[in-house]
């Protein structure tokens, strides 16, 4: 019988001790910050249904998609972003939660693209969002928030993109 080489995919990677002290470090500071801006959090499956993931990241998204039939034969992809399991999680509890909701959720996400350097198919995605209002000032905590968190955690190897949008 021959041994299995012990080995991480490509665009996937291991996080030692002294990777993850500082990244559990940064969570834990966003987390706080958000609270303390009144932001709910939430979590979603990482499975959905594929019908839920298609089409909503367009054309170059669905390509990326890690997709399969589960054991039940249903057609599930892996999430590849955090704002459309949002969009369905509202859809589905928006009764339970009342308006306006913020929420903000720290997970993985994965995407089948090609790798290169500094992108990975696995990674952590932080999102925060207000919904169930059109106030012009639900904003103002989203960017205090995301100002203070990257402020608070500040280290040489952060790295963060800000997308307002709105749902």
């Not at 490509?10 to 009144?38: C, H, N, Q, T, W």
């Not at 972003?81 to 339970?96: N, S």
């Not at 000032?137 to 993109?161: C, D, E, I, K, Q």
Request: charged share 25%; glycine share 10%; proline share 6%.
């Amino acid at each position: 019988m021959s041994r299995i080489q012990p080995r991480t995919l490509k665009g996937f990677r291991d996080y030692l001790p002294e990777a993850m002290l500082p990244r559990e470090r940064i969570m834990g500071v966003a987390r706080r910050v958000f609270r303390s801006y009144g932001f709910s959090p939430i979590d979603t499956p990482a499975l959905e249904y594929l019908d839920i993931l298609l089409g909503k990241g367009g054309a170059e998204t669905d390509k990326q998609l890690y997709r399969f039939q589960d054991h039940g034969g249903r057609d599930v992809g892996l999430r590849f972003d955090l704002t459309v399991p949002l969009a369905r999680f509202a859809a589905q509890h928006i009764g339970e939660l009342g308006t306006p909701f913020k929420r903000y959720q720290i997970a993985t996400v994965w995407r089948g693209e090609n790798t290169q350097r500094g992108r990975y198919r696995e990674f952590m995605q932080c999102d925060f969002d207000t919904i169930g209002t059109r106030s012009g000032g639900s904003g103002w905590p989203l960017t205090r928030s995301r100002s203070s968190a990257v402020r608070w955690a500040s280290t040489p190897r952060v790295h963060y993109t800000s997308r307002p949008r709105n749902l």
